[in-house]
């Protein structure tokens, strides 16, 4: 069984992790008769030709990157984890140019990829709802997989969740984590100046808790300077997955405000970590987040201030269900044989 995947456009964010767990489950596994292309490459319209052209006969093609092989594979599977291809009329009206034309463009290109694809993997409910609305009759192709979390090692989380107890007790900083990379689309200067805002309430009366947000961005990316500079906000920029895991079990919960996602990485990894995870309460999140969700019905300051707060006393176990296994989950991306 000779397998030909793509991983073009993996350089940051949701796909790059999942291309760290692919790494990982190639070093695991031996497939000699699996061919990986597209390292290093943006997906752009050159590459998505040139890759139809791989050079000799696959049984078997998977796009890692939303677009489908027309051509190459015998049977062609995609991974599609692109909300901003398949937004709903009202996200288009009120995203506006946060949305870039060429999106709008590749959505089509996207949407007729779809439709000469045999298996269709998505990694979430919510997911499967937008493709089925834009393309109803890839309806028994479509199979929601949860993207694989390998979470560190137990002994370092139990280390972990002990210091925070013990930090708990001291007079000190209470860290909210927001691991999110900025795009326009996802209107994090106004999600970010709704959380300070919380933070605010929660330095007063009865609470007194000094609390920061460290937020995985620069201040550039921020077109607001008074939430760019505000003496809450800690920006440390874009980082390593690894020292983003890191970051996570060290904090005191994961502030997960984004709303257009396929997954949500950060709240799967807060669930395998036992990282409480602050977000709406909705069914999206629900499903990823499970057990570790803390959530806010409205994104208003008061609501948000609550879910903080109530954060800091939730008591968040390791999830131990394996939802999120990494072999099962490429075994099926790669399908029967693919060991062969």
């Not at 767990?21 to 190639?26: Q, S």
């Not at 200067?189 to 300070?196: C, E, F």
């Given at each position: 069984?000779?397998?030909?995947?793509?991983?073009?456009?993996?350089?940051?964010?949701?796909?790059?992790?999942l291309?760290?767990?692919?790494?990982?489950?190639?070093?695991?596994?031996?497939?000699?008769?699996?061919?990986?292309?597209?390292?290093?490459h943006?997906?752009?319209?050159?590459?998505?030709?040139r890759?139809?052209c791989p050079?000799?006969?696959?049984?078997?093609?998977?796009?890692?990157?939303?677009?489908?092989?027309?051509?190459?594979?015998?049977?062609?599977?995609v991974?599609?984890?692109?909300?901003?291809?398949?937004?709903?009329?009202?996200?288009?009206?009120?995203l506006?140019?946060?949305?870039?034309p060429?999106?709008?463009?590749?959505?089509?290109?996207?949407?007729?990829?779809?439709?000469?694809?045999?298996?269709?993997?998505?990694?979430?409910?919510?997911?499967?709802e937008r493709?089925?609305r834009?393309?109803?009759?890839v309806?028994?192709?479509?199979?929601?997989?949860f993207?694989?979390?390998?979470p560190?090692?137990?002994a370092?989380?139990?280390?972990?969740?002990?210091?925070?107890r013990?930090?708990?007790?001291?007079?000190r900083t209470?860290d909210?984590?927001c691991?999110?990379?900025?795009?326009?689309h996802k209107?994090?200067t106004?999600?970010?100046?709704?959380g300070?805002?919380?933070?605010?309430?929660l330095?007063g009366?009865?609470?007194?808790?000094?609390?920061?947000i460290?937020?995985?961005?620069?201040?550039?990316?921020?077109?607001?300077p008074?939430v760019?500079?505000?003496?809450r906000?800690?920006?440390?920029?874009?980082?390593?997955?690894?020292?983003?895991?890191?970051m996570?079990?060290?904090?005191?919960a994961?502030?997960?405000?984004?709303?257009?996602?396929?997954?949500?990485y950060?709240?799967?990894?807060?669930?395998?970590m036992?990282?409480?995870?602050?977000?709406?309460?909705?069914?999206?999140n629900?499903?990823?987040?499970?057990?570790?969700?803390?959530?806010y019905?409205?994104?208003?300051?008061?609501?948000?201030?609550?879910?903080?707060?109530a954060a800091?006393?939730?008591?968040v176990?390791?999830?131990?269900?394996?939802?999120?296994?990494?072999g099962?989950?490429?075994?099926?991306l790669?399908?029967?044989?693919?060991a062969?």
């Amino acid at each position: 069984m000779k397998i030909l995947v793509d991983c073009a456009g993996a350089r940051i964010g949701g796909a790059k992790r999942l291309l760290n767990e692919f790494d990982l489950y190639l070093r695991d596994r031996q497939l000699p008769q699996l061919r990986a292309i597209g390292r290093d490459h943006v997906l752009t319209a050159p590459w998505l030709l040139r890759r139809e052209c791989p050079g000799e006969r696959y049984d078997r093609s998977l796009a890692l990157n939303n677009v489908s092989f027309m051509v190459a594979g015998r049977e062609r599977r995609v991974l599609i984890h692109g909300p901003q291809h398949f937004l709903r009329l009202e996200e288009v009206r009120s995203l506006g140019l946060r949305i870039s034309p060429a999106v709008h463009a590749q959505a089509p290109v996207v949407w007729s990829a779809l439709r000469r694809t045999d298996h269709i993997f998505v990694p979430s409910t919510s997911m499967a709802e937008r493709v089925l609305r834009i393309v109803p009759g890839v309806r028994d192709r479509v199979v929601v997989a949860f993207n694989p979390v390998t979470p560190p090692d137990p002994a370092l989380l139990r280390a972990r969740a002990d210091e925070r107890r013990e930090r708990a007790a001291d007079a000190r900083t209470v860290d909210f984590l927001c691991p999110i990379i900025i795009t326009p689309h996802k209107l994090m200067t106004r999600r970010l100046r709704v959380g300070l805002a919380a933070l605010d309430i929660l330095a007063g009366p009865p609470h007194h808790i000094d609390a920061t947000i460290t937020a995985t961005a620069q201040a550039a990316q921020i077109d607001d300077p008074a939430v760019a500079n505000h003496p809450r906000l800690r920006l440390v920029g874009e980082h390593p997955a690894a020292t983003v895991i890191d970051m996570m079990v060290r904090c005191d919960a994961i502030f997960f405000p984004a709303e257009l996602e396929s997954f949500g990485y950060p709240m799967a990894e807060g669930r395998m970590m036992g990282v409480p995870v602050v977000a709406l309460d909705n069914l999206h999140n629900r499903e990823i987040a499970g057990p570790a969700l803390v959530g806010y019905e409205r994104e208003t300051v008061e609501e948000i201030a609550a879910a903080l707060h109530a954060a800091l006393d939730a008591d968040v176990k390791p999830d131990q269900d394996n939802l999120f296994g990494r072999g099962p989950y490429f075994d099926l991306l790669l399908g029967e044989g693919a060991a062969s």
